[in-house]
Structure formats: C-alpha cells, structure tokens
C-alpha cells in the first residue's frame, strides 16, 4: 500500500499501525534467513511505537506525515539506544548516545524502525560483500549480489520487510542497490538532507536518500528528512518545496538529456535497450529527447577513487582503539595498540582504501593526485552545467549490468569499481538523481532508469520519474520471484 493510501486508511480507523508493524517483523523472520537484509530487528521498539501510533488515532490526536510506516536504516545512521555498527569489526558493539537528525525526522512523522539493515563496511563496495557480519542476498534471485553499499535497505524494500528505508550515496550506493533490487532508489542534491548522524566516509560526496517501491513514496520520505540543520555545515538554508504536489505537474516539452558517453562499451545489451525503451515511452509522453555529450564523464571513476579513499583515509584516523571501537588485546605499547587495532578492526576493502588514500595526499604525491582530482571534478560539474542549459534532465542506465554472482569480482577490485561508472559523477557535482525500474534481463534481474537534475530540482526529478513509473508499470509484467511480494 502506498504511504497516501495507508495514512488515509489509518486516520479513517480501517488500519492498524500496530497490525501494520507486527506484519512487517513477521515478514522479516520469515525471510530475512535469505535475505539477511538485516543486522539488527527492533521488535519491541518497533511495538512500542506503532502502539503510540494507534493510541494517538484512538485520541484524535495530529498524526505524522509517516505515521505507522515501517523503516528501515542503514547501519551507518547513528539511532540512540540502538547498536550502530557500519557492519564493521571496528565499530561492532557499539551504541549512539544520540540520534542522527534524519531519523529523528522520521520518528517525529510517526514513522516505525524495525531494524538496522546490512551494508559494505563503512560503505565501502558496491555489492554488500565486504559487511564484517555476513553478506545480503538479492531477493530477486539470492543467488546474486543486492548491490552496494545499501543493500540491506534496497533488499528489504525489494522483499517486502519494511515499508521505506534510508540509505546513504557516496558513489551510487543508493542508486545502484535500487537497480539491482528493482525498487526507487533517490540520491538528494548534496546538501539538502542533513548528514549530522551519518558516519562518515567521504565527506564532500556522502548523502542521504530514501529506498521505496514507488517515486511518491520516496518524494513523502524526502519531505520528511529533507530542510536545513545547523549541526550540519554543509546543509543548505533553502525553503523545502512540496515534492508530492509536483509529481502531478505535466513532462510534456520537457527536455530529457540521453548522454552520450553512458551508452558505452561494456554496457550490457540488455540493460541499454530497456533503457532506450524508456528513453522512447518518456518521448511519447511528450518530452523532447536530445543527445547530449559530457566528455569527461567517464573520468568521475578515476576522480573518485582519488577524492573518496583521501576523505576516507582522513575520517577513519579517528578510529584508534582509544576512545571508542575495537581494540586489540595483544598490543604491549601505543603504537602498537593504534597498527593492531585498526589492523584487525576493519576488513580488506577498507585497508585497500585507506592506504590509497594516504598515499594520494602524501608529500610530494598530493598535487599529482588529489589536486589533480579535485580539478578534474570541477570540470565534471562544469560540464554537467551546460548540459543543463540544453536540457532539463539527464537519462543514463543506472548501473552497466544487471545483479552479478557473489565472488564475481572478488580478486578484481577495479571491476567492482566499474559497477558504479555511471552513478558516481552526480556525486562529483552533487546533483540529485534516482533510479527507477525500467524492465528485466532474460535471468529475470531488474534493470534500473538513472535520471539526473540540477542543483536542488528535486521536484523536476521526481516529476518526470512518476509519469514514467505510472506509464510503464513495470511490475505489473515482473518475473516470478518467491521473496519478492
């Protein structure tokens, strides 16, 4: 039931929000042995709070925006009273003393958390593989990887766990779980959603966004998180439009961008004739199509695999076995006490990137690299900007492939890397942009639509990803798929 069906349907007394959750955590039990979308389930929390839910309908009380809807969260958020592990070793055990600013916008819209999802380590993958405590299946085909490093948030939207879930993008770490797991996955411009709460991995990239299994449902959650926070200096002091208000709002003469350099070799057949196919639905729908180049494009996966691991590098010093996290018990002095702890703390991905990234800003390398890739970016955005002079929005394939073997790219970091080619230069220039399902390969895996916007034209994106949603209804002809409701 979408989030405006159900809250109508809880106001009239037809609902339960209590009914509602428990639905939700049986679900959870009776799936999440595959799945495993979960590390943490807050079944008593989660009572608790969907019975002051209905407690509040009995009284006529004012109901939240997300009232009774069930949420998951990215291990990454910090919840207060609620471990918060960034399924790390180094972090594992431990617990917030406080809430991060996005989810107590959804606990004070009535939303419900039943559980913290799984996720690479520090959000560092793009397949979940790299979690400390057990990879998530995709459940499409659990076979497969879910995709990363959301995935436990795109995992239990796609199995019907929860209702919405957050997750956060560095690199497409919304946007490509969303395609793998055919579910909406939206990444807000950089700086419209607070990150005060986030743990953090590249600074200057990470966002917050919201998983669901439709564009209105994502558009209600971004009314929620979305609006300024003076604990965040990097959060825009702008109005918040009213995002659901938009969705009814005409594409016909929109201007869609299908760019060039996304259509490229390496791109599964598969993947670019669905999403040409959409491309063709949206110009029947009256939108104008036009071929638009960004030439340094494909230059965002270098860039950022110097720009990420040097934010990363400087983030995860903190972790020192001192004041909090892991700390190896063998260590006989200091130093020894910091090597071994971060040593044994985090897993082989982090470590590979952390030590990419201390040598790009080392001395005598930080000019060649780091500075290299910071002007690289601002000519990324530079070319994004005029681009948006021609058109209104931007068309990729979100991701090259469609749900990939776990173990596929496992002695091959740089083709796990190539997962995220298309999603990571809308984190470069801090663009919004979502992905929506377009269709599914002859395996029955979905393929997932990118559309990209402006700076803060949210409302355009959302727009045009619900006329094509509702004109495509691309679940109504889906493959059969036993954990997926």
């Not at 109901?63 to 990454?76: C, F, R, S, Y």
């Not at 995709?138 to 990363?148: E, F, H, I, L, Q």
Request: proline residues 6%; hydrophobic residues 40%.
């Amino acid at each position: 039931m979408a989030i405006s069906a159900w809250s109508d349907a809880l106001r009239r007394g037809e609902a339960s929000a209590k009914d509602h959750a428990k639905s939700s955590l049986e679900r959870i039990a009776s799936t999440d042995g595959e799945v495993k979308a979960f590390l943490t389930v807050t079944d008593e929390a989660a009572q608790s709070a969907a019975a002051a839910v209905d407690a509040s309908v009995a009284a006529g009380g004012e109901l939240g925006a997300l009232a009774g809807v069930t949420a998951g969260i990215k291990d990454n958020l910090c919840t207060k009273g609620v471990a918060t592990t960034c399924s790390s070793r180094m972090l594992e055990g431990f617990v917030p003393p406080y809430e991060s600013t996005v989810t107590q916008r959804l606990w004070d819209a009535g939303a419900v958390l039943v559980g913290k999802t799984n996720l690479d380590e520090f959000a560092m993958g793009s397949s979940t593989e790299t979690s400390a405590f057990g990879m998530t299946r995709n459940p499409w085909n659990t076979g497969r990887v879910p995709g990363g490093s959301s995935g436990g948030s795109a995992a239990a939207v796609a199995a019907g766990q929860c209702d919405v879930a957050l997750g956060s993008d560095t690199g497409g770490s919304i946007r490509q779980p969303a395609s793998f797991c055919g579910v909406v996955g939206l990444k807000p411009t950089y700086g419209r959603v607070s990150r005060w709460g986030l743990v953090a991995f590249a600074s200057s990239l990470d966002q917050v966004g919201p998983f669901s299994r439709t564009v209105a449902d994502s558009a209600a959650v971004l009314q929620t998180i979305a609006g300024h926070d003076p604990r965040d200096s990097t959060s825009l002091d702008v109005p918040v439009p009213d995002y659901l208000a938009a969705l009814a709002r005409p594409i016909k003469g929109l201007k869609v961008g299908v760019l060039k350099e996304a259509f490229v070799d390496g791109l599964d057949p598969q993947v670019e004739r669905s999403v040409r196919a959409a491309a063709s639905l949206l110009e029947s729908l009256g939108c104008e199509l036009v071929e638009v180049s960004c030439p340094r494009f494909q230059a965002g996966i270098a860039t950022y695999y110097v720009i990420a691991p040097s934010e990363a590098s400087a983030n995860l010093a903190r972790y020192d076995g001192v004041k909090y996290g892991y700390r190896s018990p063998d260590a006989d002095s200091l130093s020894s006490m910091t090597a071994r702890s971060r040593a044994e703390g985090f897993g082989d991905e982090v470590k590979r990137r952390i030590l990419i990234g201390t040598y790009a800003l080392s001395a005598g390398y930080v000019d060649a690299y780091y500075k290299k890739a910071q002007q690289v970016r601002t000519l990324i955005r530079r070319e994004f900007d005029a681009a948006f002079e021609q058109v209104d929005l931007l068309l990729t394939p979100t991701a090259p492939t469609t749900a990939f073997a776990p173990g596929e790219h496992e002695n091959d970091p740089l083709a796990m890397y190539l997962a995220d080619l298309l999603t990571i230069p809308a984190n470069l220039a801090g663009l919004p942009a979502i992905s929506v399902p377009c269709g599914f390969d002859d395996q029955g895996l979905p393929i997932g639509l990118q559309l990209m916007a402006p700076v803060l034209a949210e409302e355009r994106l959302l727009q045009l990803a619900h006329h094509y949603e509702q004109a495509a209804d691309v679940m109504a002809s889906r493959p059969k798929a036993p954990l997926v409701p």
